[in-house]
């Protein structure tokens, strides 16, 4: 009896030490995610209520577009581009306003940000999520002269359709131009107010000019919601390809 | 430790005659352990599966076909573990629409075990993300994120460690730097510590204090970076360190057909893994650990593909 508690005390001893575990074998793949998998029922279930309640949300008509707006660029211009600037400032204007009782001078954003077209048809909620998935704010820069130099300098330069507001008329011709803001010849030694959105204003796209502007001011407001706001207001959706940029070689 | 004086304050025959028993199966059998380790990374809110129209990801993904194919490795593997290496947030309306709440939930329904926090996780500011974490029933780790002075401070762990079938399993998050990528509002007063000096501390700690058996990196930091080669990525990381056994990566949407197998500051093999975006794929590891009597390193075979 003792002979076995000895034996017996030595085995759960040597268990209690941590056994020599080693590494001997590493296998690693890759799983497709795809139809030969079945679903798992009560995840699927789960899931159903959201998708639903987000279906309801998303597929709620706003208004009519008469024809696509897309971003086909067409004089350093598209019709989706000008109704986002457009419709950017228009929103954004009267919240600026309230703010600083003075006008917004123009909008610029970047066409990479407009990440869908919008068919002709009904526009839907989900519209506005497809064009704008990003959670971007509106902010206002106030520039320099010298900084909206730079900015049209960038505008002539990538030869790419930023969306540009109407208040501004942009004539390039080869590599020159002339700029209006508000029906008024650009003054280098002015300031203005411009509309754009955080990601930008921080430099996204190479905006540089959009750095530390003289003044700042965060709108509160994102770019999509701007937008939702205008589908609900208007029953009708267009723009068209107009004169705020001409290029003649 | 409890075991032992159990058995000393014991002493009756049947009772002893119960536990011999016992121990000596454990004892005769020197029994192979496995470990699965299943991971995502930038699933980006990607819920249903891709529609039949989509250009390149037609009828892919889909969380309930996820839920489906883990659930099938966790029947063959009891000790298996789920990890996710960030940007769970931002890519569908349902994001836009319930802020994270969706994601957070399924992912715990999946009972997934622990997750790394990835840049577009701060969408909706870091009270975006802190306000969701009452819907995540799973561990997140980052060892690189200092959150003191922020909402998240003392949610978030450096690492945590995991016992599977007795095998010590430490894991251990690194996130990108944010300045730059994410607006400063929204980060607010999180800061970035240099990811190779914090990963030479853990794993130390990991592997000398701890004991860990596996450690596991899950990054944020993205692959590898062409045109900036000597940016810090998971291949410069696993060049820089060592004793870590794999770094699960994120960020930089790499679709890896296998893992990369690369040699560590210690000239060691080891494995780094991606698994591309949206729920497209699901990456599985599986380790296999032998007893030996004696603590001669044996080689460790790895095979991918």
Known sequence: MKKLLLYLLLLVGFACSKPNQQLTKITGKRLSIDTTLASDAAIEEYITPFREELQNVMKKPLCTAPVDLIKTEVNLQSTLGNLFADLSYEMANPVFQKLKNTNIDFCLMNSGGLRANISKGTVRTENAFFVMPFENELVVTKLSGAKVKELFDYFVDRRRAHPISKQVELNISGDDYTAKIGGKPFDINGTYYVLTNDYLQTGGSGMTFFANPIELTNLDYLARDAMLDYLKKVDVLTAKIDNRVTVTP | ?305
């Open chain 2, 1 to 305: 430790m409890k075991r032992r004086t159990f058995v000393k304050q014991l002493g009756g025959a049947a009772s002893l005659a119960m536990l011999g028993g016992a121990g000596l199966t454990a004892f005769t059998e020197k029994k192979q352990r496995h470990i699965t380790i299943l991971h995502t990374n930038d699933t980006h809110s990607h819920i249903d599966p891709f529609g039949p129209d989509h250009r390149r990801n037609a009828n892919k993904g889909g969380v309930a076909r996820r839920a489906a194919l883990i659930q099938q490795i966790r029947n063959e593997n009891p000790n298996t573990l789920l990890l996710d290496a960030g940007d769970i947030f931002q890519g569908t309306p349902y994001f836009n629409y319930y802020g994270g709440e969706l994601e957070f939930k399924l992912m715990s329904k999946l009972q997934y075990d622990v997750a790394t926090i990835g840049n577009h996780d701060f969408d909706n500011g870091i009270d975006g993300l802190y306000k969701q974490l009452p819907h995540a029933k799973f561990d997140f780790v980052s060892a690189n994120y200092d959150f003191t002075n922020t909402v998240m401070d003392t949610h978030v762990d450096p690492y945590k460690i995991l016992v599977r079938d007795g095998i010590k399993i430490g894991i251990f998050g690194l996130g990108i730097e944010l300045e730059g990528l994410v607006n400063k509002k929204h980060y607010k007063e999180t800061k970035y510590l240099d990811p190779i000096e914090i990963t030479q501390d853990i794993t130390r700690k990991l592997k000398e204090e701890e004991q860990c058996d596996l450690i596991v990196c899950l990054s944020h930091l993205g692959y590898y970076y062409r045109r900036t080669p000597d940016l810090i990525s998971d291949l410069n990381l696993a060049k820089a360190t060592k004793d870590i056994d794999i770094i699960i990566g994120g960020h930089t949407h790499t679709f890896l057909p296998k893992p990369t197998i690369v040699k560590n500051v210690a000239d060691q093999n080891m494995l780094v893994n991606q698994v591309g975006c949206y729920g497209l794929y699901l990456g599985r590891i599986d380790f296999y650990f032998d007893e030996f009597n004696n603590k001669t390193s044996k080689k460790t075979t790895i095979l991918v593909g």
